[in-house]
């Protein structure tokens, strides 16, 4: 996977864990920088007790490809325009100052007027102390338009499973992604989530249910119930046929997420003849 910030921006031809777990979290309103593991009694006994972060870490994840979609590309262009600025714009950079300081001397009235530098991308990305001021400023005044390639996974189902012995836990993340404290979207703030985000919580485990539950509906609002379907199920370490993925979410900090490895394995699913349809989907 590419940087966030990189040119190329691409994406992954199924959910990872690490993406479920987030919009998870979100949903039910954790603070980014929650632990893992908090100071109490454990199931197990010991001094420290799972917080509801590291509940969800722990369970175990599963990705069947209903729908696996096509990627499409956009080609996008962000700033480079006429930056409209703000008294603490001029005040906190001197440089500013001085760029439009012939617009502010021609200025009359008792407004701030609208002042803008021509190319000054309003985000910019390299951030250093000002040597006058010691404010936060930008290091380039000016900037050409910012261009990237992203990449998008469109006209895809996917139905995910979160498994995890306690079914009391598992219905309050499927409420909360009902009614998420939080906004979700589905990798990028351009893409927020539509129609129903949890199916329920069933018995068995994730082999059993993605075999004994009927396909959902594509774009087109079918699904075509005769084909083989592929699917991705965590394993142990050591498990035959397992291969290593770096989405295991240890922390998602502001200052920057945090992973590590799991095991996966990828199987054929045949459905049930009788495979059980889902109720109350919204697409």
């Known amino acids: 996977m590419a940087s966030r910030f990189a040119p190329r921006r691409d994406s992954h031809g199924r959910p990872t864990k690490s993406a479920v777990i987030g919009m998870c979290a979100a949903a039910l309103g954790l603070p980014r920088d929650m632990p893992s593991e908090e100071a109490g009694p454990s199931r197990e006994g010991r001094g420290t007790a799972r917080t509801l972060f590291g509940e969800l870490a722990d369970t175990v994840f599963a990705v069947r490809a209903d729908h696996p979609g096509v990627p499409v590309r956009d080609y996008h262009t962000v700033g480079a325009g006429r930056y409209p600025l703000s008294p603490r714009d001029i005040v906190t950079d001197h440089r500013r100052a001085a760029a439009v300081s012939a617009s ?25 102390a000002d040597p006058v001021s010691g404010t936060l400023v930008s290091r380039e005044l000016q900037r050409s338009a910012l261009i990237t390639e992203r990449w998008y996974l469109a006209d895809a189902t996917f139905l995910v499973g979160l498994q995890h012995e306690d079914r009391q836990f598992l219905e309050s993340v499927g409420e909360a992604l009902e009614y998420p404290r939080r906004l979700l979207w589905l990798g990028r703030k351009s893409c927020p989530p539509s129609g129903t985000l949890s199916l329920g919580v069933v018995p068995g485990d994730a082999v059993t249910v993605f075999r004994t539950r009927s396909l959902l509906p594509g774009p087109d609002g079918t699904a075509d119930t005769g084909r083989r379907l592929w699917a991705w199920f965590q394993v142990p370490p050591g498990e035959p046929g397992a291969t290593s993925v770096q989405d295991q979410p240890v922390g998602f900090h502001v200052l920057g997420p945090e992973h590590t490895t799991r095991w996966e394995v990828r199987r054929r699913i045949t459905l049930d003849p009788n495979a059980t349809e889902w109720e109350e989907i919204i697409p």
Do not use: C, Q, V
């Open 104 to 128: 502010l001397d021609a200025a009359t009235g008792d407004r701030f007027g609208d002042h803008a530098l021509s190319g000054w991308y309003g985000a910019p990305k390299k951030i250093a």
